[in-house]
């Protein structure tokens, strides 16, 4: 299944639904006479019709354009350089890759959310056309073809929501509604600018409710089948009631349409960081300053751990929260403030939702000994802070250099299907590995291994197995040996290549 339109979960560039909630309960269905055909008995209180509540929520719902110009290289024209060259006089001559711009825009929802004309949209219909910045220009038009110039008043790219504002009085708005309160199986209705088809009302159901597709580390997505298309983005999902429930955001296709699985951020997720917006504050996150990892099927087993609990951290940032509780690489933390880590109720998730200077306890396990720490939470560094101490946050703990370095080169390949080397300076160097960085090189893959499915490949750099430092050909051989003396049916490497951020990754013991 691939993805459409938008950032790693199928943004809905361009888009907006809303959903709206009923409370049907169970039909029933009466029983066929031969030869005759009954349809469902729906309950008292479900809609026969949605016309008074689309005719009552419409005009607060917006169509949102934006536009913004950006530098690309100018094409030299074949046709335009051969006049030239024939002395053509009104032919200018281009200055072949020198930048022109070019205006790119995007089209989408949005809904009033006060009278005097304060707007909630997606992040992504706002942002510039690179990912960073604001484009130049955003129009909201409203429902009787009416537009304004807005204003971005602010943005929250990691929950992927942006408030603008317009000068208008005595405007049609909508409130938030309390999206905890939804249940699957709820009716939602969704109004938006589909495929810019402005004024757009759809209806389906809550189909699934704490929707974590990977978009970003705080999906908590509520999942309907209402349709939802390139256009929906940033538009609302209404209850019954016609409250906000969810800001239409993302959706699975395999075509790039609707095929009845779309997403929205409550409203229960998205009020707070809206409220600091309009204050002028920023949004603020609890922070431990920990890289984690999830632990996969394998990645668990290497470490004697049932799947899907706790993750596993792969890298301590230098001076942070975490760091000052001992919280060590390599660590599995499996609670956070009496809270289960979980794919569900992921480490990042879970700490973003703790007030910044609250001490938490925190169950990890270290070198299979459970033990808690306490740690004190800190506030999340802005994006582009995060990416600025990436270096710093992901360097490798350093090796004993002394330690005895195996000459030529001892496989693996029986265990675990691959082979090493000791790696030199000079081989760092061509593989561009960091100084930091002490381990053994993967000189050789079995391509029927699971090393290999597991995506290893010649040149990797193996700084530990299962915790235990690999200096040498010897000593990865040695931790293999020690896991399978251990009953273990697989090992976890810690694994750097090239310049990239490490990793650990599970790998299945060969059967002897």
Do not use: C
């Amino acid at each position: 299944m691939r993805y459409a339109y938008g950032i790693t979960a199928a943004l809905l560039l361009g888009g907006t639904a809303l959903t709206l909630t009923s409370h049907v309960a169970g039909a029933q269905v009466a029983q066929n006479e031969p030869g005759t055909i009954s349809s469902a008995t729906p309950r008292p209180n479900a809609p026969m019709s949605f016309a008074d509540l689309a005719a009552r929520l419409q005009p607060a719902v917006v169509n949102i354009s934006t536009e913004q110009r950006i530098a690309v290289a100018r094409q030299r024209d074949p046709m335009e350089e051969m006049l030239r060259q024939f002395g053509n006089p009104g032919t200018p001559t281009p200055e072949g890759g020198t930048p022109v711009t070019r205006p790119v825009g995007s089209l989408g929802s949005g809904f009033i959310i006060s009278p005097d004309g304060y707007v909630v949209t997606n992040n992504h219909l706002v942002q510039g056309a690179r990912g960073t910045g604001t484009v130049d220009e955003v129009t909201v038009t409203l429902t009787n073809r009416r537009e304004y110039k807005a204003r971005i008043v602010g943005r929250d790219p990691a929950t992927d929501l942006a408030l603008l504002k317009i000068d208008g009085a005595n405007l049609p708005f909508v409130r938030f509604g309390d999206s905890a309160r939804a249940r699957v199986g709820d009716w939602i209705v969704a109004i938006g600018n589909p495929l810019g088809l402005g004024g757009t009302v759809t209806a389906g159901i809550v189909s699934a409710i704490g929707r974590n597709i990977g978009a970003t580390q705080y999906d908590r997505f509520i999942q309907t089948d209402a349709a939802i298309n390139r256009g929906n983005s940033g538009g609302p999902m209404f209850d019954l009631n016609g409250n906000v429930i969810g800001i239409n955001t993302a959706l699975y296709s395999e075509t790039g349409g609707n095929i009845g699985i779309g997403f929205a951020i409550p409203a229960d997720q998205a009020r707070p960081v809206i409220d600091s917006l309009r204050r002028g504050q920023r949004v603020s996150r609890g922070y431990l300053g920990v890289g984690p990892q999830p632990l996969d099927e394998t990645l668990a087993e290497s470490l004697g751990l049932p799947k899907n609990r706790g993750e596993l951290v792969r890298s301590v940032q230098a001076g942070g929260a975490a760091a000052r509780a001992g919280i060590q690489q390599g660590d599995v933390i499996l609670r956070i403030g009496g809270r289960d880590v979980t794919p569900d109720e992921t480490l990042s998730y879970i700490v973003a939702q703790q007030p910044v200077g609250t001490r938490i306890p925190i169950e990890l396990i270290r070198n299979g000994q459970r033990r808690t720490v306490n740690a004190v939470v800190g506030e999340r560094p802005t994006e582009e802070e995060i990416a600025r101490l990436a270096g710093v946050a992901e360097e490798l703990p350093d090796a004993d250099s002394t330690a005895p370095q195996s000459r030529g080169q001892v496989s693996t390949r029986e265990s675990i299907g691959v082979s090493v080397v000791a790696l030199t300076p000079q081989i760092a160097q061509t593989l561009r590995i960091p100084t930091t960085v002490r381990g053994v090189v993967i000189s050789a893959v079995d391509p029927s291994s699971d090393a290999a499915a597991r995506g290893l490949q010649r040149g990797d750099v193996i700084v530990s197995i299962n915790g235990r430092p690999t200096l040498s050909a010897d000593d990865a051989a040695g931790a293999v040996g020690e896991a399978r003396r251990a009953g273990r049916g697989a090992v976890r490497l810690f694994v750097q290549r090239g310049s990239e951020q490490p990793r650990y990754v599970g790998i299945e013991l060969a059967r002897s």
